[in-house]
């Protein structure tokens, strides 16, 4: 599904060029912010239930921290890439900086499939990587969080063992906890609820009426089962999804004309977000190539997987019926697909904008964990919709003013905003 030639932080680097250029910004400052601050290479050796011992390799990239401590996931994935790290810690501080939160942007992975662990396992690796990074993190300095096949209890054995190292309670040093442990209530919904904020957004800018829409997803984790849901909420239609299955090793679309049942949906789906087959086909679904999820008549795109899934080789399979784009993963358009989505007319809600949910109510548990005080989920959820509306709007306006496509406005208020921070500092 993914290009050979493709490199997310080429990508990523020639986003921020873009901009770099509209808004005229010196060289030293472009110098510095198209790179990462720091990264953190290292081994994690771990012991095996079976008695053998492997390696793995582990990374932590912090980008820029002008405002406020690096902020980004821990994602473990087999075709993991240093390049892959330094793209999604760049977009993390973008990120932080529309939402206007005080923190940066990093980001860390592991190369590994935890498909194949054992939990025994996946917890001496996480406890390796906090090993090698312990004095380089920490809630002042770098806070983690689950991406990508990383989730709660990965956290809390993280959160352990830096506690373990520093000998003392931090619970502001990684988000994502279980709620009872430091964790947020609406933690779990943020990110999925925070595109469907944004698409509301925009169906109000479009003057649509979301119970008038269609949409087919790409993903079915723990991002798209919240959109869905609360698309679904909204009155809208969700026509087909498409997931990975990792018995098959493949990624299929499920489709049902009359739209989906995503209760039903979730019921049926394993924690690594692979639906079971043939509940699916015994719900009425019909499970066609992975690829079918981009070429459906709907309204609505949300491509909430990985980077790299709308390319030059797919886009032109975009129906034109598409008004909106929502992007839940981050990069999932690449520099050649975008150009086209750009001059096509499509309404687009960039990537760093539509899914900041999930960082913004991170910083909501940071700070709750850093006070030892702990907000009702109403309350959290209220915040998170008064914030994804806010930079929206911000968004959407700077937009109309100048003629900026979404994306390069957004990208105008995110690098501004860095910028004076570096500029502040007096760093450049």
């Known amino acids: 599904m993914k290009d050979s030639g493709y490199n997310p932080y080429e990508n990523a680097q020639s986003q921020f060029d873009r901009v770099a250029e509209i808004i005229g910004l010196d060289e030293a400052t472009r110098t510095l912010l198209r790179q990462p601050m720091k990264e953190y290479h290292f081994t994690i050796p771990v012991h095996m239930d079976d008695g053998s011992t492997r390696v793995f390799n582990g990374y932590r990239v912090q980008h820029n921290d002008a405002r406020g401590p690096a902020k980004g996931g821990i994602r473990f994935h087999p075709q993991e890439t240093i390049d892959t790290v330094r793209a999604l810690s760049m977009w993390m501080t973008w990120k932080c900086a529309v939402v206007d939160i005080p923190l940066g942007g990093g980001k860390g992975g592991i190369i590994c499939d935890p498909r194949s662990l054992t939990e ?3 917890e001496r690796l996480c406890r390796g990587w906090v090993r090698q990074i312990a004095k380089d993190v920490g809630p002042f300095i770098d806070v983690p969080a689950p991406d990508v096949m990383t989730n709660a209890k990965h956290m809390l054995w993280m959160l352990d063992e830096f506690e373990t190292i520093h000998g003392g309670r931090f619970p502001g040093f990684i988000t994502g906890k279980p709620v009872g442990m430091g964790g947020s209530l609406g933690r779990t919904e943020a990110t999925g609820y925070g595109v469907i904020y944004t698409v509301r957004e925009a169906l109000k800018e479009l003057g649509i009426n979301p119970k008038d829409t ?134 687009v809600v960039p990537d760093f904008l539509a899914n900041a949910g999930g960082v913004t109510c991170s910083y ?56 004076q921070a570096v500029k502040m500092r007096g760093w450049v």
């Not at 066609?288 to 709907?298: H, K, S, Y």
């Not at 209220?382 to 990208?411: G, H, I, P």
């Open 214 to 347: 269609t949409a087919s997803i790409q993903g079915f984790g723990n991002v798209s089962q919240y959109a869905a849901r609360l698309y679904c909420e909204l009155g809208g239609r969700v026509l087909s999804i498409c997931c990975w299955d990792h018995t098959d090793q493949k990624a299929y679309t499920y489709y049902k004309k009359d739209g989906l049942d995503i209760d039903q949906l979730f019921a049926i789906t394993d924690s690594f977000g692979s639906i079971n087959q043939q509940k699916a086909r015994d719900m009425g679904c019909e499970i066609l190539p992975g690829g079918a999820w981009i070429e459906q008549d709907v309204d609505i795109l949300i491509p909430a997987a990985l980077e790299n899934q709308i390319t030059r080789n797919n886009v032109g399979k975009i129906s034109k019926q598409v008004k909106l784009i929502a992007e839940g993963a981050n990069g999932p358009v690449n520099t050649d697909a975008d150009e086209v989505i750009r001059n096509s007319g499509v309404f």
């Open 364 to 419: 909501f548990e940071q700070v709750q964990s850093n006070s030892n005080y702990f907000w009702e989920k109403e309350e959290v959820l209220q915040k998170l919709d008064t914030k994804m509306t806010a930079a929206f709007k911000a968004v959407k306006e700077l937009s109309d003013e100048r003629n900026l496509y979404m994306r390069d406005a957004a990208y105008v208020i995110s690098i501004n905003r860095v910028a």
């Open 120 to 122: 025994n396992e996946q």
